[in-house]
């Protein structure tokens, strides 16, 4: 095998390095496994039986996504190990909004020159990832691409298939007024504004080990935080609960995402300062020298996703989540939406603006 992958060797591809990275990985994708699962990881697709004897109209719900340049502060850190984590929170937060069940992901990731060890590290967060979410990870990719990328420095995606019963979509559609919404805590920045993020940090002159002003963490451990993985905890509210529209704060924040679940006729009023917003954004607002409406185009701001569900019910909604163990808060209400207004409107406080 040595003699036969000498050329490409040379160019900068090392083929031995991939199968060793097989080999090691093998063991965390196996135990991401669950039924369906009817590959094995090597194969030249993943393959999944279908179990649809809980659906009537079964619908597959797909979604794809990646972690940004979050990826430079994780190099800059050298930090790789929770990476993973933020690829499949991202994919599998997308399609839980439609009250799909994840069943599988896969991975792609590209390098300029593989270590096997950084590498282990990547998918080692992904495996963790997927068993939060209770999926299998299925297959992936990975590309050695010397001169396209430099060397170690890496790229990811993920795509993820989830299964949800048609009747039981969840689109928005039913959103009246009246309704409550209710936020959810995120665990920092998740995977949004780190173009931002990152500009704001290189100019404050911290290092990843100073300390976050006003907070027990540093500065690396804020900024890599983990994006929260809600699967569990909405699952288990789907199973008793009529929720009638769910969004996942990603980029574009409360302004660009709240909106994508509301029926024309109606308006997301939400208050501000009825969630705690952890010091992380406190940080780089200041340090952006950023309003809060700035910061709520961007960031989650502390509120990483969100339901919206019938008055009545919002109680026992409430007390659901602090059983599971969810930091949330009712943090609005939907309204009539005024002609000309705007669909999600943030109410400040005098002053906090």
Partial sequence: MADRAAAYKAAGVD????????????????????????????????????????????????????????????HEFAKHDTIGIDLVAMCVNDILVQGAKPLFFLDYFATGKLSVGLAEQVITGIAGGCKEAGCALLGGETAEMPGFYADEEYDLAGFCVGLVDYPKIVDGSSIGVGDVVIGINSSGPHSNGYSLIRKIFAASGLTGSDP??????????????????????????????????????????????????????????????????????DWLKAQGNLTWPEMLQIFNCGVGYMLVVAPEIADDVMQRLKALGEYARVIGRIDIRKDGAEQVEVVFPDGEA
Avoid at 44 to 68: Q, R, W
Wanted: proline share 5%.
């Fill in 15 to 74: 083929i031995d390095a991939g199968n060793t990275l097989v080999s090691r990985i093998k063991s965390l994708v196996a135990g991401t496994y669950g039924k369906g699962v009817l590959s094995d990881i090597g194969g030249f697709g993943g393959l999944f039986k279908l179990d649809t004897e809980t659906c009537a109209e079964p619908v597959l719900v797909s979604g794809t996504d990646g972690v940004g340049t979050k990826l430079k502060l994780a």
């Fill in 212 to 281: 976050l002003p006003n907070s027990t963490q540093t500065m690396a451990e804020a900024l890599l935080a983990p994006t929260r993985i809600y699967v569990k905890t909405v699952l288990n509210l789907l199973r008793d609960f009529e929720i009638r529209g769910m969004v996942h704060i990603t980029g574009g924040g409360f302004y660009d995402n709240v909106n994508r679940v509301l029926p024309k006729g109606v308006a997301a009023n939400i208050r501000f300062g009825s969630w705690h917003v952890p010091p992380v954004f």
